[in-house]
């Protein structure tokens, strides 16, 4: 135990010469009382600091939830609408003039939307206007040389062979007329909901390949296949199998132009992450004036300008299935063009329709 000791020597009347000793007065105070408020000073100095810490840590959840994360989901949001995603909606936590200004970000995002819908609405229009009249041109083109054919093949001095040739144009303008009639179709029907179902990557390229073989500007062409396998994803086979066809019928056609003999190649290449089709030809190679928009409607490879639809469709049909196509490479001799689909989103395909027939299949249970 500690002490505070005082002393002091009490006075006498001995003379200091004196042998006796001055006796000296010693006071001793004990620490104990003042150690122990000084314990119970500092555990009140803890539970204060420690309420203290509850309290704030308290505050700092309420901000948090009222400001902080209600911000950050308004950031969030402002960065997904500037990346063209309208469907990202916010929650309504938060402050009051959190919440609010939430509101008026829903109410501007749905408008948006709607905006962005109806100017691709009047833009697909004006677009189908064009292709109409545009198609129009050539169907009147493609019936006045099917007619002047006819004449001709009625002809009673024509040889069985001149009748052949002229019955092979009639059958190139019935085929012109309809893959017109197919493009003007398929691209209305762009942007709708698709219909996959798991399907053989393999059938389907050689039914497009089958498809073009029959078509007048395939006749002549080497077509070779490379790397088809087994593969079974989940595509819209009708949708995905025109595309391939598109950029077939304009491989073969390009290849034609060329120097040699006319040969397009197809080469399937599987990776973990994606699915690409590639299809090479030996035409003369995209020119330049067309390269950056060669993807846009009535602009083909042969001419700046025209009726040419078949890249647009494959490059919609392709980012309807989560991918795209690219000009990868483009010179004298060597044009490649390349579908690139990734298994993400193929996968979330499947996903979807099995999610749609487990819910059509649920038993719906009647009242007794």
Same mark, same amino acid.
């Given at each position: 135990m500690e002490y505070l000791a005082a002393s002091e020597r009490l006075t006498t009347s001995v003379r200091e010469e004196s042998p006796t000793e001055i006796p000296q007065l010693v006071v001793l105070k004990s620490f104990e009382q003042a150690t122990q408020l000084l314990n119970r000073v500092n555990r009140w100095v803890l539970a204060l600091a420690l309420a203290a810490l509850v309290v704030g840590s308290g505050m700092m959840a309420s901000i948090l939830r009222n400001l902080t994360r209600p911000i950050g989901t308004l950031v969030e949001g402002t960065r997904a609408l500037a990346q063209g995603n309208f469907d990202y909606k916010l929650s309504e936590d938060g402050a009051s003039e959190i919440r609010e200004l939430s509101r008026a970000f829903e109410r501007m995002r749905i408008q948006l939307r709607r905006t962005q819908r109806e100017l691709l609405d009047s833009e697909r229009l004006a677009t189908i206007g064009r292709m109409a009249s545009s198609i129009s041109h050539d169907l009147r083109h493609y019936l006045s040389a099917m007619y002047a054919n006819a004449e001709f093949m009625s002809g009673v001095n024509i040889s069985q062979s001149e009748r052949e040739e002229l019955m092979l144009e009639v059958q190139t303008a019935v085929q012109g007329m309809t893959d017109l009639l197919d493009s003007l179709l398929l691209f209305t029907q762009t942007g709708r909901a698709l219909h996959p179902e798991c399907e053989s990557i393999t059938l389907m390229i050689q039914r497009a390949v089958?498809?073009?073989?029959?078509?007048?500007?395939?006749?002549?062409?080497?077509? +070779?296949?490379?790397?088809?396998?087994?593969?079974?994803?989940?595509?819209?086979?009708?949708?995905?199998?025109?595309?391939?066809?598109?950029?077939?019928?304009?491989?073969?056609?390009?290849?034609?132009?060329?120097?040699?003999?006319?040969?397009?190649?197809?080469?399937?290449?599987?990776?973990?992450?994606?699915? !690409?089709?590639?299809?090479?030809?030996?035409?003369?190679?995209?020119?330049?004036?067309?390269?950056?928009?060669?993807?846009?409607?009535?602009?083909?490879?042969?001419?700046?300008?025209?009726?040419?639809?078949?890249? +647009?469709?494959?490059?919609?049909?392709?980012?309807?299935?989560?991918?795209?196509?690219?000009?990868?490479?483009?010179?004298?001799?060597? +044009?490649?063009? +390349?579908?690139?689909?990734?298994?993400?989103?193929? !996968?979330?395909?499947?996903?979807?329709?099995?999610?749609?027939?487990?819910?059509?299949?649920?038993?719906?249970?009647?009242?007794?």
């Open positions: 089958n498809m073009v073989r029959s078509h007048p500007a395939g006749r002549d062409v080497k077509i +070779t296949l490379n790397g088809l396998s087994s593969l079974e994803v989940w595509v819209d086979a009708k949708k995905l199998g025109r595309a391939v066809y598109n950029l077939l019928l304009n491989a073969c056609q390009a290849a034609k132009r060329g120097q040699g003999p006319a040969a397009v190649t197809l080469t399937l290449i599987e990776s973990e992450r994606s699915i !690409q089709i590639r299809i090479a030809d030996n035409g003369p190679g995209v020119p330049v004036l067309v390269r950056q928009k060669i993807f846009l409607p009535f602009v083909s490879e042969s001419r700046e300008s025209g009726t040419g639809l078949g890249l +647009t469709l494959a490059q919609q049909i392709a980012q309807e299935h989560g991918g795209g196509i690219e000009l990868e490479e483009t010179t004298a001799g060597n +044009t490649v063009f +390349t579908i690139s689909l990734p298994r993400a989103a193929l !996968q979330a395909l499947g996903v979807a329709v099995e999610k749609k027939t487990s819910v059509a299949h649920i038993p719906v249970h009647e009242k007794g």
